[in-house]
């Protein structure tokens, strides 16, 4: 069989693992296949300085045309793959042109969840943010519009609410739960950034979801919410999270759960089948789980080239997350699932910096740091190195630097 690993996706992981693998050597077709119209590029600046517009579509891509000729990586874009025979190991696009392989990699992500249409899903006016052709569509409205309703108090959320207020805009948020934040960070974080928020403006409801809608040529124009808050809207963004892309691994017969299950090496039910990034789920601190964030999506990609590679290889996640919201800068270190404490240490330097500590008992699980940049690095360390680490422990020392072991 010729040597061929076809990648299907056109994200952060399709593209590092495409590259990992001619740096490592592998000397077979790589063909990425994307249903997206353009080669991969950057996300995270898609709900920042794409929407504010300082940087163009041409600054996001992750790799230059140059590149992907001088590695030989071959790119099929808009294109989308609708079946996996696993007996012949091909993939089938639409159209029902078939391609052969040696080795399959699924990245094929996530998609954002839209509204239901009781609650505005379906007008022209109400929008998600996840991929470049999402942001295109939103870029008009923030320069036109004067106002906006966020629905969902998560990262994308608040990075949007934060967007909009930047360029004026007045920015209401409903979060359905009690508070914003509630599936990731801790109250005293969520505590931090609903104060920041509300400073710059935005006008914030928690418990609160949508009751009806009022439409007019298409479009939602005003919206009932369950506080008995009418407000008028020129549009709406929902940041209500994401389904995973897994119908095709479904249709395949692969086995998932949360995402698409993998091993330590990546690999699926199938072992000539791989996947990583957003889409992948797999075992972490005895829990099964995915990532979302461009991090993981390069780490775990690499890892699946290492193990193409070189079989054996095992991937071993230390978790990375960051937001920016207007001049605030949270980093998260570690995974803080399953976490019995945490601890909020204002920063002794600047009134706009804290962090959030979270412990299972006598263990350190993650750390939020909040405009303190050395703070994360100090807590990668500690989660790398593994040093033991106790809440007790962390009120009694003041600087946080002489957790870490002496190197000689």
Known sequence: MKKTVIIVGGGQAACSCAFKLRELGYDGQVLIISSELSKPYHRPPLSKKYLLGSVERNDLEIKSEFLYQSQRIDVLLGTTVTEIDRDKRQVVVNGGRRFTYQTLVLATGAKARELPEAQGG????????????????????????????????????????????????????????????????????????????????????????IVSVTRQEGKVVSAELSNGVHIDVDFIVAGIGVTVNTSLALRAGLETGLGIEVDEAGRTSDPAIYSAGDCASFEFRGLSIRLESIQNAVDQADSVAQSIVNPGFKYRPLPWFWSDQYDTKLQTAGLNTGYTKSVFRPSTKRNDAASVWYFDDKRLLAVDAINEPSTFMIAKALLKEEICLDAETLSEVDNIRSLLPMRN
């Open 122 to 209: 379906g007008a022209s006016n109400v929008l998600t943010l996840r991929t470049l052709d999402d942001a295109d569509r939103l870029r008009p409205f923030l320069k036109k519009a004067s106002s906006l309703l966020v629905v969902g108090g998560g990262y994308i959320g608040l990075e949007m609410a934060a967007v909009a207020r930047s360029l004026g805009l007045n920015v209401t948020l409903i979060e359905l739960s009690d508070r914003i934040l509630n599936r990731v960070a801790s109250a005293k974080t969520a505590h931090f950034f609903k104060s920041l928020h509300c400073r710059e403006g935005v006008v914030i409801h928690e418990n609160t979801s």
